[in-house]
């Protein structure tokens, strides 16, 4: 089985400090995402990469930034955090072989900043 | 702007019940349409897929009905049983590997025993 890891699963941080969210794949997946997850709003694409080096933005990239040096290794940054950014993130990885379109979800880091 | 409008946001079934939840889309170049599941601490994993080739999809007690005439599908989980507690997320997307995922708003599902 494909295994998305992320590195926390719980983060408490103050107000300006920059964080470091990470996420590995072991499967060798071209394409990697991170999603935030919020009651009521569902999940919401942040960035996403379709291989190393290369980044897009997401729906909501204001207040991050990304960085995939390694094809199995996508980390999310928040160059400034802020109480809004408290939320639960997902990391998730995907092939770009045909028929097969699904995601696989880390299980999430809950980052709380006060 | 949301694509993917999920609804209900929650719902109670009782254990032997038909669980239902649907969702519509916009965008009609959307022709890949997953259902995911999460447990609470868990991140989502992947339940069923469609493509708009077929009307239905079933796999064990779980069905997706398409209607692409209304922009319409739809999880049916038959004889819901309390270990299916748990919050559904529909999506859709392009059939690309180039593409992404556009998800509902999220289906909190409690079945009571």
């Known amino acids: 089985d494909v295994k998305v890891t992320q590195s926390s699963r719980y983060l408490v941080k103050r107000t300006g400090e920059k964080v470091f969210l990470e996420c590995v794949q072991d499967?060798?997946?071209?394409?990697m995402f991170w999603y935030r997850q919020d009651p009521g709003l569902g999940l919401r694409l942040i960035y996403f990469?379709?291989?190393?080096?290369?980044?897009e933005k997401g729906d909501i990239p204001e207040g991050y930034s990304v960085s995939r040096e390694k094809k199995e290794r996508f980390s999310l940054i928040l160059e400034s955090a802020s109480t809004n950014q408290t939320s639960m993130y997902l990391c998730?990885?995907?092939?770009?072989?045909?028929?097969?379109?699904?995601?696989?979800f880390g299980s999430g880091t809950r980052l709380t900043v006060v | 702007q949301q694509q993917v409008k999920q609804s209900p946001q929650s719902l109670i079934v009782q254990k032997g019940g038909i669980s239902i939840i649907n969702c519509a889309y916009e965008?009609?170049?959307?022709?890949?349409f997953p259902w995911y599941q999460q447990f609470p601490g868990k991140g989502p994993a992947l339940l069923i897929a469609?493509?708009?080739?077929?009307s239905e999809k079933k796999e064990g007690r779980f069905t997706i009905s398409f209607n692409k005439s209304a922009k319409q599908f739809s999880l049916h989980i038959m004889d819901s049983q309390p270990g299916d507690s748990a919050t559904y997320f529909c999506?859709?997307?392009?059939?690309?590997?180039?593409?992404?995922?556009?998800f509902g708003k999220g289906t909190m599902l409690l079945v009571s025993p």
């Open positions: 990469s379709y291989d190393v080096k290369m980044k």
């Open positions: 965008n009609t170049a959307f022709d890949y």
């Open positions: 469609i493509r708009p080739d077929v």
């Open positions: 998730a990885s995907r092939t770009t072989g045909a028929d097969n379109y699904g995601y696989t």
């Open positions: 499967m060798d997946h071209e394409n």
């Open positions: 999506a859709a997307s392009l059939n690309s590997g180039y593409s992404t995922l556009t």
